[in-house]
């Protein structure tokens, strides 16, 4: 580890420890966050020329596992150089637009590298000469897994392609890469303000207002206007509780039409896909994508919603009539309607809202109640409690200004393992709050892998809501926690996967099924001893009355067959647009987008509006595997159910959940790391249809 200003080790008292005097040494993440753009530049100058000569020195060296193997999964090579992470991560947090462009560049210049490096034909021979020898034949399971990834990878890199065929191959991945990242730097740099009056706002809690006020205006008639931007703390509660319909019909036109050329980029983006798969001998980029996970074809996956959208789509015509109710009593409420005759219809922006007043009203959940219960800081105390108890780890937070950061919100915590405090098993940053030119949702950032005496280090980017002005604190909706241990579950999937490779870990492991530990890991937060620990009224102190988490978890299902059909949708709009015959205009892509949510999810489109603009999975890795997240689902609750369910922090669980499905990373076939999970047989779909309340127990 290079040092850092202020040295490398830190003497620090251990969180979550019995003893407040326990103290360890700790080291520091490799990083050091460039101040400049220059900075930047330098460092990815830096990753290029090593990884370049690095490749060069195993196309000229006698094929050995020392010269040939091992040099493609050690530093300097991707994801395991820290200087990768260090040059193009900041493109999503920094504070500094210039730093955010040069990181943006940086991110490009690696991906057109990575793809000429999978074309390097000098290398690939030297890789399928060492497979070829006793040396290669007598490999350990995980040696021969990174070679067989790197050969496939070969493959898929476009070396069976003529010269020409390859340089085509490279200008369209390079294309496509500039596509994605310009289209996530219109989702960063989105600028939008609404303006609205108080009483726009109705329904809204008055500390939500206040913060959002516009105090001093020169401009009278503007002073006093409430401003909202498009980022989740300020949509959702909108959305959610609003009961002037105007208001919320103007916050989903605004978000299904701004970020710039966005719909644009999408439609060059999967043309620029449908030609590289076409290159490639594959029939569409979906088949070109899915090759490589659990379904292996978009036949499968296509097949697999069908069977599940049959199920679900009885109860979407009662969940939306259910809604369409609620609408018609709340409107003549109101006033503003004066028919009760009349025909409603639920729009585009009345899900949310009439969804939660059903919530209230027939099964007793008030969400903003409920949030009273969720003070931020005591969620993420007590959630890191939790992993550490589960996993058998120990977290220990590196107090401010003794580490290198982008900036002063970030915290930084260092891993070890419980029973052996000298072994440590990586680091990680939490950047929770939203702010100007930050990645707009929640994500895990897997800044680097496991690298010989290296340990990963991860990062959770989201824009949970910050602390007030005023020094109220932050209050989490229950779905905000949801996702805060829902995203803090990819953390421990990044740190605790073993070995080394950056083609072995996280990165690696199937699309598929990489949602599957952290969705089940959601499941905790319905169980009412984990409810009781994470739960702390912000006033008084006291837990989530029983009351609340009965009302909860009897609604948890309600409306189920409506957000079924909006995931089956998602993911039909993704494998449509990546399929063999994709849409080829912009008037294309909005006409689909108009056909398919209508005709799956029930509902109009509104005119003009398209998600597509900010639907962010189909512009980076999630491309044509945004269905992993129901595939996923049927693992995770079979999961659950199984090892889980009576116990949720059974110990001998949690060891084997961390040994058996988080430590192979994706390595071997995860299909049979899940077998061994749960008890010799592979995983089923009646435990997700039980917990979705489509079978009954």
Not at 247 to 257: D, I, L, Q, S
Not at 381 to 409: N, R
Not at 583 to 610: F, H, K, M, W, Y
Request: glycine residues 8%.
């Amino acid at each position: 580890h290079p040092s850092l200003p202020g040295g490398n080790f830190l003497q620090l008292s251990t969180l979550g420890s019995k003893s407040e005097t326990n103290m360890a040494q700790l080291e520091l993440p490799p990083f050091k966050w460039p101040k400049s753009p220059e900075e930047v530049k330098e460092g990815a100058d830096a990753v290029i020329a090593a990884a370049e000569k690095n490749l060069d020195n195993v196309a000229s060296a006698a094929v050995s596992f020392t010269s040939t193997l091992q040099p493609l999964m050690l530093q300097p090579n991707y994801k395991t150089n820290p200087l990768v992470c260090q040059s193009k991560f900041l493109q999503h947090c920094s504070t500094n637009a210039d730093i955010r462009k040069a990181a943006e560049d940086a991110g490009k210049r690696f991906a057109t590298f990575k793809a000429q490096s999978r074309a390097r034909e000098d290398v690939y021979i030297k890789v399928k000469e060492f497979s070829e020898t006793p040396e290669a034949g007598a490999l350990s399971e995980y040696h021969k897994h990174f070679l067989d990834t790197l050969l496939l990878d070969f493959k898929r890199g476009g070396l069976a392609l003529p010269p020409s065929g390859r340089a085509d191959l490279q200008t369209l991945l390079d294309a496509d890469s500039e596509c994605c990242s310009k289209y996530g730097s219109n989702l960063g740099s989105d600028a939008t303000r609404l303006r609205f009056k108080p009483s726009d706002l109705e329904g809204l809690p008055q500390d939500f207002i206040d913060e959002r006020t516009d105090k001093d205006n020169a401009d009278e008639a503007l002073r006093g206007d409430v401003v909202l931007t498009l980022k989740y703390p300020d949509i959702i509660p909108v959305m959610g509780q609003c009961h002037v319909a105007d208001t919320r019909e103007k916050v989903t036109r605004a978000r299904g039409m701004a970020y710039g050329n966005n719909l644009e980029l999408v439609s060059e983006g999967i043309g620029l896909r449908k030609q590289i798969a076409t290159l490639l001998g594959y029939p569409s980029w979906s088949h070109y994508a899915i090759e490589t996970r659990m379904a292996q074809t978009p036949e499968t996956v296509i097949d697999f919603l069908g069977k599940i959208r049959d199920l679900a789509k009885s109860g979407l015509q009662t969940d939306l009539q259910k809604l369409a109710v609620a609408k018609k009593a709340h409107l003549l409420e109101r006033g503003e309607l004066k028919n009760a005759d009349a025909t409603v219809e639920v729009d585009a922006w009345d899900g949310s809202f009439y969804h939660n007043r059903i919530l209230k009203s027939e099964y007793g959940v008030d969400t903003e109640e409920i949030r009273n219960y969720f003070p931020l800081d005591h969620v993420v105390q007590t959630t890191l409690a939790i992993y550490q108890e589960l996993l058998g780890l120990v977290f220990t937070e590196v107090p401010k200004g003794k580490f290198d950061s982008w900036h002063d919100e970030v915290r930084l915590f260092v891993v070890h393992n419980a029973d052996d405090a000298a072994a440590r098993v990586g680091h990680f940053y939490l950047d929770l709050h939203p702010r100007d030119g930050k990645y707009g949702h929640a994500a895990i950032f897997h800044l680097l892998k496991h690298s010989g005496s290296q340990t990963a280090v991860d990062c959770m980017l989201c824009n949970l809501p910050a602390r007030g002005a005023d020094g109220k604190c932050a209050l989490l909706r229950h779905d905000d926690v949801v996702t805060f241990f829902h995203e803090f579950g990819h953390i421990m999937h990044g740190l605790c996967s073993e070995g080394d490779g950056n083609s072995t870990h996280l990165a690696k492991c199937p699309r598929d099924f990489v949602e599957a530990p952290s969705q089940m890991l959601e499941n905790w937060c319905w169980q009412e001893s984990i409810l009781q620990r994470l739960s702390k009224h912000h006033l008084t102190g006291e837990k989530l009355p029983k009351r609340l988490i009965e009302s909860m978890v009897a609604a948890k299902n309600v409306h189920e067959s409506m957000s079924m059909m909006r995931q089956i949708y998602l993911a039909t709009l993704d494998l449509t647009i990546h399929g063999a015959d994709p849409p080829q205009t912009v008037d294309a892509l909005q006409a689909l987008v108009d056909r398919l949510r209508l005709e799956i999810s029930g509902v109009v489109n509104p005119t003009g509006c398209n998600m597509l603009r900010n639907f962010g999975h189909l512009m980076n890795q999630y491309s044509a595997a945004y269905y992993g997240y129901l595939w996923a689902e049927v693992i995770s609750a079979d999961m659950f159910e199984t090892r889980f369910a009576k116990d949720c922090m059974n110990p001998e669980a949690g060891r084997d959940y961390r040994k058996q499905v988080l430590a192979p990373g994706g390595t071997g076939k995860i299909m049979d790391h899940l077998t061994k999970f749960l008890g010799g047989r592979p995983p089923q779909q009646e435990a997700f249809l039980r917990s979705r309340g489509i079978l009954n127990n």
